[in-house]
């Protein structure tokens, strides 16, 4: 599955909830948390089930975002989306209390429906404690294919001010990136929060691909091309990549482990990263 962007979609939003599919993210997220106000909860399950049971999302992964653990809705809320089988459910907040008892759910649910289907977990790592224990709540389910950063609420958390450079949350960026790639996961920046900047979320979004992230959060249509275009390969990197690996069989046959490209030692880390971006870029369609 590939994840480079995650689209959040208000799940009280019945005309944005028809056009998910054909606005080009990954991942389309039917929102059941902050987008929705306390009064809406119960309606936009509802819309929220009803879209998972009669939209065909043929192009992107469907995801819902639950209300987390210390709220009286997540119950309600799994209750009403796990048996409409959405590909995955977003955990806010996350921590291995709340993976652990919405799993636990998530299972009972899917038992009762005589349902089979994987249903993936992507985890919002967006508390000072998630954060601190990371690599327990990242182990806590074998369903757990993401770790997602929530920069907003965890500033909130941490009592500071984020600022447009974003220096602050830098450790938390490494951490949630590291340990997503520790285990294996997607590792998904959190959004970049000025809709109208698309110079500074490219520049921002390639400094969060430069330190691990494979995909970006976004809050607006309009940030998806640019987030899908840093995470994709480009034209030259692909044709770099394929010359490497044309040097590596070349180097092999010669039973060479290590030869030189254009000046710079090539080994098997570097071939490795090679063979990566090409199945990605095959994966995307960007090369046969």
């Not at 060479?256 to 710079?264: A, E, I, N």
Request: without cysteine; charged residues 25%.
């Amino acid at each position: 599955m590939s994840r480079r962007s995650l689209l959040f979609m208000p799940g009280n939003n019945p005309g944005m909830l028809t056009s998910g599919d054909v606005l080009g993210a990954d991942t389309v997220i039917l929102d059941l948390e902050d987008a929705v106000s306390l009064d809406e909860k119960d309606a936009a399950r509802i819309l929220v089930r009803e879209a998972l049971d009669f939209l065909k999302f043929t192009h992107s992964e469907v995801a819902v975002r639950v209300n987390p653990l210390d709220s009286p809705y997540w119950l309600q809320d799994l209750e009403t989306v796990i048996p409409s089988l959405p590909d995955a459910i977003v955990i806010p907040k996350a921590s291995v209390e709340s993976v652990t008892a919405m799993s636990e759910v998530i299972e009972r649910i899917k038992s009762e429906n005589g349902l089979v289907k994987d249903i993936s977990l992507l985890l919002i790592i967006e508390t000072a404690m998630g954060l601190v224990d990371i690599r327990n709540v990242a182990a806590s389910s074998p369903q757990i294919k993401a770790l997602l950063l929530g920069a907003e609420d965890l500033s909130s958390d941490l009592g500071i001010k984020r600022t447009k450079g974003n220096k602050e949350i830098e450790y938390a960026r490494f951490v949630v990136a590291t340990t997503a790639k520790a285990f294996r996961m997607d590792a998904i920046d959190t959004p970049y929060t000025d809709i109208d900047d698309v110079e500074g979320l490219a520049m921002d979004t390639a400094f969060a691909k430069s330190i691990g992230f494979t995909g970006r959060l976004a809050i607006n249509p309009r940030q998806v091309e640019t987030i899908l275009e840093v995470f994709s390969p480009t034209e030259e990197e692909i044709e770099e990549a394929q010359a490497i690996l044309s040097e590596a069989a070349d180097a092999k046959a010669r039973g060479l482990g290590v030869f030189s490209y254009r000046g710079k030692m090539v080994d098997l880390p570097v071939i490795k990263r090679a063979e990566n971006l090409l199945e990605s870029a095959r994966k995307w369609g960007l090369v046969r």
